[in-house]
């Protein structure tokens, strides 16, 4: 399984929107959990949004309102960003969790940009 990101906006001024998606790509069937994470220089990564087959999602709290994750298909997620912050500047990574094996796969990640 592959996933890949694609970002759509580029550099973004505070208050502003961006769109990222994830496509995963391969032996998709079995596909669970869809998550977006996030990581800045020298911290750990952090969970941002996940999506159930079923629609179902849970966000950070400091995305919460702002963000929003959807799904479309089996294989293919979305995450929404308005009112951006500066605090939001981050690499972004897409990550597929499979149903039966638990087994994780990541996306190569995109970098977000939030000008003040």
């Known amino acids: 399984l592959r996933c890949s990101c694609r970002l759509w906006g580029g550099l973004v001024q505070v208050g502003g929107f961006l769109r990222l998606s994830c496509l995963a790509s391969?032996?998709?069937?079995?596909?669970?959990?869809m998550s977006w994470y996030r990581q800045t220089p020298g911290k750990e990564r952090e969970f941002v949004a996940n999506v159930t087959p079923g629609g179902s999602t849970l966000y950070a709290v400091s995305v919460k309102d702002r963000f929003s994750i959807s799904r479309d298909n089996a294989n293919k997620t979305y995450l929404q960003m308005n009112s951006l912050k500066p605090e939001d500047t981050a690499v972004y990574f897409c990550k597929a969790r499979m149903r039966d094996s638990g087994m994780e796969y990541w996306g190569k990640g995109t970098q977000v940009t939030v000008s003040s």
């Open positions: 391969g032996n998709v069937f079995g596909i669970d959990v």
